[in-house]
């Protein structure tokens, strides 16, 4: 089998942030592979790599076996084309005038358009129902319509493999399921290889035959549809809770958010301390704010991000000099606020020597009798010299505290007010 896409220890930055990392991945010529993961994760990235609009940091990009970088435009241009979100064209062209620029690579630039090239582009037309359009100028046209034209310039262009970038979300349902349907029947009868990003993770299971889900630059899950799209993998890469069951009459996946816990009613009269820092306690204490959960949080360090984050969101805090390990004073003020606390809640922060009291903290309100939720993962943070941050959860979790994947899980364990 012919490899259309290959990725070898690709590695992309934006002004020196990284946003992917080392990614391997190779696509076979004629797959249809759905492209998912939330926002930010890397996958317009991606996208720009494959098509030669961003050079990697790091690594090799191959189109059927042929170096990216050594590829003459021209070439590049014919085996690849892009259907983004939106294209911005401020030049009044009609519709047919911009479905005919698909045919630029083949017919060259000062080139008239022949037979085989007015056939292409009325058969592009025709498919996307965009053919009694074709008079108007792009910018007189609601979004779908202007996508659908978009569309059909990528399909006369004839190109061996198309990125679909979101490029159904300006659509209503009807043509949303024509241009994929289209661009399935291509991909099958005429082994036109697609890669498409989407949102939608319900279409991207029904037309894709691989799915490959990104999160902070990684390939976190690449397989079949019913492999990759489990409740345990979307909570994790999502954060939040999702019901995915097999439908009975068509044999798909049918995935669902579950419901959110109310607002202003789950957590109202329970307070929680969590132990934070630098960020990592960002998505943890905002959920718990939005459930309407009475925050503390602490030991932080002045400055901290937590911190700041903990303050807008009207948290009380037990604060550290900057750089500093952790003392004897600021661990009391801890201590005082956590006994307050109905339950305590350990994000997924990252330990040294410094900040190890805070585990002193959470040992000292289980032996109270206080609920204490720990961050899975911890081997993955703990930077002390002889892993005494995971010796000392461990034995946490012995003694009765519970473990959590993801704040969705979280929320399903935390103390809540019924009704």
Same mark, same amino acid.
């Given at each position: 089998?012919?490899?259309?896409?290959?990725?070898?220890?690709?590695t992309?930055k934006?002004?020196e942030h990284?946003?992917?990392?080392d990614i391997?991945?190779?696509?076979?010529s004629g797959?249809?592979?759905?492209?998912?993961?939330?926002?930010?994760a890397g996958k317009?990235t991606?996208f720009?790599?494959v098509?030669?609009?961003l050079?990697?940091?790091t690594?090799?990009?191959?189109?059927?076996?042929?170096d990216?970088?050594?590829m003459?435009?021209?070439?590049r241009?014919?085996?690849?084309?892009v259907?983004?979100?939106?294209?911005?064209?401020?030049?009044?062209?009609?519709?047919?005038?911009?479905?005919?620029?698909?045919r630029?690579?083949?017919?060259?630039?000062f080139a008239k358009p022949?037979?085989q090239?007015r056939?292409?582009v009325e058969?592009?037309?025709?498919?996307? +129902? $965009?053919?009694d359009i074709?008079h108007r100028?792009?910018n007189? !046209? /609601?979004?779908?319509e202007?996508? *659908?034209a978009?569309v %059909?310039m990528v399909l006369?262009?004839e190109?061996?493999?198309?990125?679909m970038?979101?490029?159904?979300s300006?659509l209503?349902?009807?043509h949303?399921l024509?241009i994929?349907?289209?661009?399935e029947?291509?991909?099958?009868e005429?082994?036109?290889?697609v890669?498409?990003i989407?949102?939608?993770?319900?279409m991207a299971?029904?037309?894709?035959?691989r799915?490959i889900v990104?999160q902070?630059?990684n390939?976190?899950?690449?397989?079949?549809?019913?492999m990759?799209?489990?409740?345990e993998?979307l909570r994790?890469?999502?954060n939040c +809770? $999702?019901?995915?069951?097999q439908?009975p009459?068509?044999?798909? !996946? /049918?995935?669902l958010a579950a419901? *959110?816990?109310p607002? %202003?009613a789950?957590g109202k009269?329970?307070?929680i301390?969590?132990?934070?820092?630098g960020?990592?306690?960002?998505?943890?204490?905002?959920r718990?704010?939005?459930c309407?959960?009475?925050?503390?949080c602490?030991v932080v360090?002045?400055?901290d991000?937590?911190?700041?984050?903990?303050?807008?969101l009207?948290?009380?805090?037990?604060?550290e000099?900057p750089?500093?390990?952790?003392s004897?004073?600021a661990l009391q003020v801890?201590?005082?606020?956590?006994?307050k606390a109905?339950?305590?809640?350990?994000?997924?922060?990252?330990?040294?020597t410094?900040?190890?009291?805070?585990?002193?903290?959470?040992?000292?309100a289980?032996?109270?009798?206080?609920?204490v939720?720990?961050?899975?993962g911890?081997?993955?943070r703990?930077y002390?010299?002889?892993?005494?941050a995971?010796k000392?959860v461990?034995?946490?979790?012995?003694?009765?505290?519970k473990?959590?994947q993801?704040?969705a899980e979280?929320l399903?364990?935390?103390?809540a007010k019924?009704?």
């Amino acid at each position: 089998m012919t490899t259309a896409i290959q990725l070898d220890h690709v590695t992309a930055k934006y002004r020196e942030h990284p946003v992917l990392q080392d990614i391997s991945l190779t696509i076979n010529s004629g797959e249809m592979v759905g492209i998912l993961g939330p926002n930010g994760a890397g996958k317009s990235t991606l996208f720009n790599i494959v098509s030669g609009l961003l050079t990697p940091a790091t690594g090799t990009v191959k189109l059927f076996n042929a170096d990216l970088r050594q590829m003459p435009p021209r070439e590049r241009a014919k085996a690849i084309a892009v259907v983004p979100q939106e294209l911005d064209i401020p030049v009044p062209y009609t519709v047919e005038e911009i479905v005919m620029m698909g045919r630029t690579v083949s017919m060259g630039r000062f080139a008239k358009p022949t037979s085989q090239d007015r056939q292409a582009v009325e058969r592009a037309m025709v498919y996307t +129902d $965009v053919a009694d359009i074709r008079h108007r100028h792009l910018n007189e !046209l /609601s979004g779908g319509e202007r996508q *659908r034209a978009i569309v %059909a310039m990528v399909l006369a262009q004839e190109p061996r493999i198309i990125l679909m970038d979101e490029a159904t979300s300006h659509l209503d349902i009807n043509h949303r399921l024509e241009i994929m349907q289209l661009v399935e029947r291509l991909n099958r009868e005429s082994g036109v290889t697609v890669l498409m990003i989407s949102h939608d993770l319900q279409m991207a299971a029904e037309f894709s035959r691989r799915l490959i889900v990104l999160q902070h630059g990684n390939i976190v899950a690449d397989g079949i549809p019913s492999m990759v799209l489990t409740e345990e993998t979307l909570r994790r890469v999502y954060n939040c +809770d $999702v019901r995915v069951s097999q439908d009975p009459q068509t044999g798909g !996946l /049918s995935i669902l958010a579950a419901p *959110r816990l109310p607002a %202003a009613a789950a957590g109202k009269g329970i307070q929680i301390h969590a132990v934070a820092g630098g960020g990592c306690g960002e998505a943890t204490l905002r959920r718990l704010a939005l459930c309407g959960y009475t925050l503390s949080c602490g030991v932080v360090s002045q400055g901290d991000m937590d911190a700041e984050i903990g303050a807008v969101l009207g948290a009380k805090l037990a604060l550290e000099k900057p750089f500093s390990p952790i003392s004897r004073e600021a661990l009391q003020v801890a201590q005082d606020l956590a006994f307050k606390a109905d339950a305590l809640v350990l994000t997924p922060i990252p330990f040294g020597t410094g900040n190890l009291p805070n585990l002193e903290l959470l040992e000292s309100a289980l032996t109270a009798g206080k609920p204490v939720f720990i961050a899975s993962g911890i081997g993955n943070r703990d930077y002390t010299p002889t892993r005494q941050a995971e010796k000392w959860v461990q034995t946490l979790i012995d003694r009765g505290a519970k473990p959590y994947q993801d704040v969705a899980e979280l929320l399903t364990l935390l103390p809540a007010k019924s009704g």
